[in-house]
């Protein structure tokens, strides 16, 4: 879209906005509501480039949504509000796609890569052939078929010939347009293929609500993506934040009627427009069209390249880049460019001849299960954590792994002594994917679970819906290590110096052993120990100090109620001026706010009903923390904020701010913290000894680093 468009439309954003909080919103403003939603979408899901707070997107939203419900007979399929669906209750039913769904064949070094080019050669009879190369993306594929510009149908993969429909589904996938203009390139019906992700960071906050609940966690987001696919809940779909990239077109009818199928590629497009002509006649081409009509596709990350060589060395390149993507991807597809050419090479009945996937190097390993260790967490729930001899996976020495729960072991079988295949997929945590039951010879044992905690000795309870054993005793010493730990860490109070090792430390001696006493600790008692110089015993103090300043939201998560992570925090922070108020809101009250559900509001409610918790906030106060919510009348972030829109990360040690100090300047001013370098980041602040984020951050284009200085000036 060209500039002159985009200003366009910002002015009807800005226009429909003013008449949104005017309350001046008429049924003529549905389609321009339409249109700017549309475009916001684009921007935010497909571009990561958004131009609008999120804020306003839900008032545009909201807004659209009421004149909907005022004049039902306005809504079309493809509203932006048509996304939304009711639970379901029927089984998905199964269709047929209309090309067969072929799988790729396998390559895995170079080697392999140049055999592949020489077939191609000898089959197409040309000294060098073009390659079109791009991630393969490691999620669930999906086929989407478009009919008249809009989209039909969605399906699973299923046995490559017939899949489940899954539309309703498919339709909370924001990267999914509803409506696509096919017609513009002269197409009526079009299938394509793509492959639905759940990106790192949020697999890791579904996975991090799953421990909370006492489940086990998902193993990879492949398989988080492929299980979400089929919930029969479209708004927990929709909570889940799928993403999509699409990248195959397998069938379409011309306007002329002509058909294209993936085993009859070779249409006669000479009387089509040109545009339409380039792009049909080559992948890079379909790619650059998908893109063009609102999908993702990878025309970012492709690569047109002649020649093998020069396709390894994009692989090779592109497989040290692969930790630092957002989302997941398991090697590299190379598909001969040109269609005429792939029309030549043909199919098997397993997968096209003129296509090829390179497989990165595995981040699976074998090793021995030596005995099973019982860590008791923060709420009580004990996890069995395998010892294993500890291998090489993907560059990472692994020796201890996470079993989860008791169903977890009995479902796998796994056994003292069992050799097991683990794995570790990208930043996730490595698991057990098997044991491996041919190698047995008899002497392995059973996983015996303990009936009491390995902490305190009681004895422990399963409730009914739970998957983990808890230690109930709240006086647990393990439980209360690990809530100070948790009040102290990083994202909380972030206490430095009040780390694992000293809070065990002073746990032991008396001296630190509940959250108030944090705030009065006998530091002569300290002094006295060795190791705690005046130095550190002042570093320590000034932090503890410090701390007593963080806002609301990061003392409402410092708390460790169950299911209250950050950004619920921030929502409860959010909610009240003050900390004492909640204890006032019961479930109905806060299953009013965004986010919270059943399970989190009775937690809430447990928690404010609990009068030791409610002593424990009064002692907090009175000893000088920030129960009052200081910024609720201040900029909401958005609208007037000056840096709406904008996402910043911190990296290094700043000099003139606290971390914390320069990320609330941001959140003031509207902009948001994100907590990983990924294209979505628009600017890197860039303390003393900055590491890997900066190298990270270097390497993605759109990226601004900042100095400290650059970054105070942009505040102003
Ligand atoms: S092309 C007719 N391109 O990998 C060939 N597949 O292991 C159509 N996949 O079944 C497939 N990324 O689900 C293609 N860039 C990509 C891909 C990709 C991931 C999946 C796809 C396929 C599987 C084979």
Redesign the pocket.
């Known amino acids: 879209m060209n500039q002159d468009k985009v200003k366009a439309v910002q002015q009807t954003t800005v226009t429909l906005l003013k008449k949104i909080k005017e309350e001046d919103l008429t049924t003529k403003d549905v389609e321009d509501l339409r249109a700017v939603l549309r475009f916001h979408e684009h921007r935010y899901y497909i571009q990561s480039d958004p131009l609008i707070s999120d804020f306003e997107y839900d008032s545009l939203y909201k807004g659209l949504e009421a004149l909907e419900a005022e004049a039902p007979d306005l809504i079309v399929p493809d509203s932006p509000t048509q996304r939304v669906a009711k639970g379901l209750t029927k089984d998905f039913p199964n269709v047929p796609h209309l090309v067969p ?4 064949d ?1 390559s895995y070094d170079s080697d392999d890569l140049v055999d592949f080019d020489r077939k191609a050669r000898e089959l197409t009879r040309l000294s060098e052939i073009e390659y079109c190369v ?5 999620g669930a ?1 999906i086929s989407l078929v478009y009919e008249g510009d809009h989209l039909e149908r969605g399906a699973t ?1 299923g046995d490559g010939v017939h899949g489940d429909d899954i539309t309703p589904n498919i339709k909370q996938i924001r990267t999914i347009p509803l409506s696509a203009r096919f017609s513009e390139y002269g197409l009526q019906t079009v299938e394509i ?1 793509g ?1 639905v992700l759940i990106n790192k960071n949020n697999f890791k906050k579904f996975n991090e609500g799953l421990a909370e609940a006492g489940l086990a966690p998902l193993a990879n987001p492949r398989n988080a993506a492929a299980g979400t696919l089929r919930i029969k809940d479209p708004v927990e779909v929709r909570r889940r934040n799928l993403e999509t ?1 699409v ?2 077109v ?1 069938y379409y009818v011309l306007d002329n009627g002509r058909q294209m199928t ?1 085993d009859s590629k070779d249409i006669d497009l000479t009387n089509s427009p040109s545009s339409v002509n380039s792009h049909l006649s080559s992948h890079s081409g379909t790619l650059e069209m998908l893109w063009d009509l609102g999908f993702r596709s ?1 025309s970012k990350e492709m690569k047109v390249l002649k020649g093998i060589q020069a396709v390894i060395d994009y692989c090779n390149e592109f497989e040290i880049k692969r930790d630092d993507l957002p989302y997941e991807i398991d090697g590299m ?1 190379i ?1 001969v460019n040109d269609f005429e050419l792939q029309d030549k090479m043909g199919m098997t009945t397993h ?2 001849r003129w ?1 090829m ?1 390179f497989k990165f190097k595995a981040r699976q390993a074998t090793s021995k299960l030596l005995r099973i260790e019982y860590q008791v967490g923060r709420t009580g729930n004990i996890g069995p954590v395998a010892k294993i001899e500890p291998v090489h996976i993907g560059g990472v020495m692994v020796g201890s792994v996470s079993l989860f729960n008791e169903d977890v072991i009995r479902e796998k079988d796994v056994r003292i002594g069992d050799t097991v295949l683990v794995e570790r997929a990208g930043d996730v945590i490595p698991y057990i994917v098997k044991p491996l039951v041919e190698l047995r010879d008899g002497t392995e044992q059973p996983i015996v679970f303990p009936k009491c905690c390995p902490s305190c000795g009681d004895e422990i309870v399963r409730l009914p819906d739970e998957a983990a054993w808890r230690c109930v005793n709240i006086s647990c010493p393990a439980q209360v290590l690990e809530r100070l730990m948790h009040f102290a860490s990083k994202d909380a109070m972030d206490i430095r110096g009040l780390g694992a090792a000293n809070i065990e430390k002073f746990y032991k001696l008396g001296l630190l052993t509940s959250i108030p006493q944090v705030y009065q600790i006998d530091f002569d008692a300290i002094g006295k120990m060795e190791g705690f110089g005046e130095k550190s015993i002042t570093n320590l103090q000034t932090a503890i100090s410090n701390s007593k300043k963080q806002p609301l939201h990061r003392l409402i998560y410092a708390l460790g109620i169950r299911f209250v992570g950050e950004t619920m925090a921030k929502v409860l922070a959010h909610a009240v001026n003050h900390l004492s108020e909640l204890k006032d809101f019961d479930e109905e009250k806060l299953k009013t706010l965004e986010d919270v559900g059943p399970k989190v509001a009775s937690s809430i409610v447990l928690f404010f009903n609990n009068d030791d918790n409610l002593k424990m906030l009064e002692e907090l106060e009175a000893l000088g923390l920030q129960l009052r919510n200081e910024k609720k009348d201040g900029p909401a972030g958005g609208t007037d904020g000056s840096l709406h829109g904008q996402t910043f990360l911190f990296t290094g040690t700043l000099l003139k701010l606290k971390r914390s100090e320069a990320e609330e300047m941001v959140e003031k001013n509207g902009g948001k913290i994100v907590s990983g370098v990924s294209s979505k980041l628009n600017y890197l602040v860039v303390g003393e000894e900055a590491g890997s984020k900066l190298e990270k951050a270097k390497k993605i284009a759109n990226i601004r680093i900042l100095s400290e200085d650059q970054f105070l000036q942009m505040i102003g």
């Open positions: 769904m072929l799988s790729l396998n791009e991630p393969k993306f490691d594929s993969r293929r492959e990239f990248y195959h397998s993936d990878p597809v598909k997968h096209p296509a996937a």
